[in-house]
């Protein structure tokens, strides 16, 4: 793997880790303790009567009550994360305990209450200690530290509480997801549709190429292509990826094929399986560093949950589609297409799959149009979706792509209606929005709901 790709996948990690700041924040405010304890406060210095006035005996005591006090609060802490962790899972999406897990309110509140509690509890070792013939020692200006920290960590509690309370809202969530999807989309396609020549797609292998396998199972989370890049020209092969960014691949099955122009040539398997290695980073979860997908799943996976016969909710789903329209609509205004990559003579060595227009599209909507047909509001928001993107974009192809599954919409939700009022304003809106999109209207013949025919 070469050092940028470690780079990012292990910065990934770290931001996801509940662990990183806290830790850091028990060595910073250890290191703080250490410093402040050798700074001398005289009687004639300016903050005199700043810092803590009290006897070695009191200062111990205020640091005993700080310390217990921070860890019965740090526990009130973890457990109300975890019940907020708990609630995303069971109502929303087990897939969105990664983001809280990376969200930073919560990181920096943990981070300063063990912060106050490993600084209190490390003065304690100092504070009052004395020798048969000495004085006490006494860091007026670092007890006072812990004082000031104990009142801090009063407005935090107050902060954790509104964070948290807002954090599980489920508009808050779905807002997290689209930004966080958004970041990936202007990452890897950062050039608007509108050029003239047509998006590149990788070339099908010819019937000599060899298959690479993959060296471990899990969750393809990151392609760097510059090893297999060099390899391949090294080589004086092409390199094609069968799985993309967010595909689930298995130890010792296909990954990538490679062929040379001449079938009499045969590439060195095992270099191009280290350029793999050195290039493909497969892990045991997806993550959002290259896999757009992943972001718009979590939003299908809020819609669906809204529409399971457990919770019932047809307005989450309808808000979720709100929230996809916003991705969606951007996809649609991108130049996508798979990724072709070429060595110093402009000769194509590596090319890597992504996924179409019409993959989102149908990752985006078919679920929640299968799970929520029953339901006029949910396929009402289905069809302004699906106009809204086709609108944004001028690609016929799109526009088509938008406009047959504003037709799907419509005929599942005739299929399963049970009064013929409940689809008048669907099929009338769905009719509009094919004649935005410059498609054929939908034949509505009058009869029972599921006379009527698209």
């Given at each position: 793997?070469?050092i940028?790709?470690r780079r990012r996948?292990?910065?990934d990690h770290?931001?996801?880790?509940?662990?990183?700041?806290?830790?850091?924040?028990v060595?910073?405010?250890?290191?703080?303790?250490?410093?402040?304890?050798?700074?001398?406060?005289?009687?004639?210095?300016?903050i005199?009567?700043?810092?803590?006035q009290?006897?070695?005996?009191?200062?111990?005591?205020?640091?005993?009550?700080?310390?217990?006090?921070?860890?019965t609060v740090?526990g009130l802490?973890?457990?109300?994360t975890?019940?907020?962790?708990?609630?995303?899972?069971?109502?929303?999406?087990p897939?969105l305990?990664?983001n809280?897990?990376?969200?930073?309110?919560?990181?920096?509140?943990?981070?300063v209450f063990v912060?106050?509690?490993?600084?209190?509890t490390?003065?304690?070792?100092?504070?009052?200690?004395?020798?048969p013939d000495?004085?006490?020692?006494?860091p007026?200006?670092a007890?006072?530290?812990?004082?000031a920290?104990?009142?801090?960590?009063?407005?935090?509690?107050i902060?954790?509480?509104?964070?948290?309370?807002?954090?599980?809202?489920i508009?808050?969530?779905?807002?997290?997801i689209?930004r966080?999807?958004?970041e990936?989309?202007?990452?890897?396609?950062?050039d608007r549709?509108?050029?003239?020549?047509?998006?590149?797609?990788?070339?099908?292998?010819?019937?000599?190429?060899i298959?690479?396998?993959s060296?471990?199972?899990?969750y393809?989370?990151?392609?760097?292509p510059?090893?297999?890049?060099?390899a391949?020209?090294?080589?004086?092969?092409?390199?094609?990826?069968?799985?993309m960014?967010?595909?689930?691949?298995?130890a010792?099955?296909?990954?990538?094929?490679?062929?040379?122009r001449?079938a009499?040539?045969?590439p060195?398997?095992?270099?191009?399986?280290?350029?793999?290695?050195n290039s493909?980073?497969?892990g045991?979860?997806?993550?959002?560093?290259?896999?757009?997908p992943?972001?718009i799943?979590?939003?299908?996976?809020i819609?669906?949950?809204?529409?399971?016969a457990?919770?019932?909710?047809?307005?989450?789903?309808?808000?979720?589609?709100?929230?996809?329209?916003?991705?969606?609509?951007?996809?649609?205004?991108?130049?996508?297409?798979?990724?072709?990559?070429?060595?110093?003579?402009?000769?194509?060595?590596?090319?890597?799959p992504?996924?179409?227009?019409?993959?989102?599209?149908?990752?985006?909507?078919?679920?929640i149009r299968?799970?929520?047909?029953?339901?006029?509001?949910?396929?009402?928001?289905?069809v302004?979706?699906?106009?809204?993107?086709?609108?944004s974009?001028t690609?016929?192809d799109?526009?088509?792509?938008?406009?047959?599954?504003?037709?799907?919409?419509?005929?599942d939700?005739?299929?399963?209606?049970?009064?013929?009022?409940d689809?008048?304003g669907l099929?009338?809106?769905?009719?509009?929005?094919?004649?935005a999109?410059?498609?054929?209207?939908?034949?509505?013949v009058?009869?029972?709901?599921?006379?009527?025919?698209?």
């Amino acid at each position: 793997m070469t050092i940028l790709t470690r780079r990012r996948v292990l910065w990934d990690h770290l931001r996801s880790a509940l662990w990183v700041m806290p830790t850091a924040s028990v060595v910073f405010f250890l290191v703080a303790g250490m410093v402040l304890s050798h700074v001398p406060i005289g009687d004639d210095s300016p903050i005199r009567w700043l810092v803590f006035q009290g006897p070695p005996d009191d200062a111990r005591q205020m640091l005993i009550v700080v310390s217990s006090t921070m860890i019965t609060v740090t526990g009130l802490v973890f457990a109300l994360t975890i019940i907020a962790l708990q609630i995303a899972s069971g109502q929303y999406s087990p897939r969105l305990l990664r983001n809280f897990m990376r969200d930073r309110g919560t990181q920096f509140v943990l981070s300063v209450f063990v912060g106050a509690f490993a600084y209190s509890t490390a003065g304690l070792h100092t504070v009052g200690v004395q020798n048969p013939d000495e004085a006490a020692f006494m860091p007026r200006l670092a007890v006072s530290g812990s004082l000031a920290l104990a009142l801090a960590s009063l407005g935090v509690l107050i902060y954790f509480i509104h964070h948290l309370s807002s954090s599980i809202q489920i508009d808050t969530i779905m807002s997290m997801i689209v930004r966080e999807t958004l970041e990936v989309i202007d990452n890897l396609y950062p050039d608007r549709l509108g050029y003239g020549e047509p998006e590149e797609r990788c070339p099908e292998p010819p019937a000599w190429a060899i298959t690479l396998p993959s060296d471990q199972s899990g969750y393809i989370q990151d392609v760097e292509p510059e090893a297999l890049v060099q390899a391949a020209a090294r080589q004086d092969v092409v390199i094609r990826l069968i799985r993309m960014a967010g595909d689930h691949v298995i130890a010792e099955t296909p990954i990538a094929w490679a062929w040379h122009r001449s079938a009499d040539h045969v590439p060195a398997e095992a270099v191009l399986r280290e350029a793999i290695r050195n290039s493909i980073q497969v892990g045991f979860e997806r993550t959002m560093l290259q896999d757009v997908p992943f972001g718009i799943r979590r939003l299908v996976d809020i819609g669906n949950r809204a529409l399971s016969a457990a919770i019932n909710d047809p307005y989450t789903a309808t808000q979720a589609l709100h929230h996809l329209a916003v991705v969606l609509c951007v996809l649609a205004r991108r130049r996508l297409g798979d990724r072709l990559y070429h060595d110093e003579h402009d000769t194509v060595r590596v090319t890597i799959p992504f996924p179409t227009f019409a993959d989102y599209l149908r990752l985006g909507t078919e679920q929640i149009r299968r799970f929520g047909a029953k339901e006029p509001a949910v396929a009402r928001g289905l069809v302004r979706l699906l106009k809204n993107v086709g609108s944004s974009t001028t690609n016929k192809d799109r526009r088509a792509a938008a406009a047959k599954n504003i037709r799907l919409v419509l005929e599942d939700a005739t299929r399963e209606a049970t009064q013929p009022a409940d689809l008048e304003g669907l099929l009338a809106e769905g009719a509009d929005a094919l004649s935005a999109l410059e498609a054929d209207r939908p034949q509505l013949v009058p009869g029972s709901a599921r006379d009527w025919t698209l």
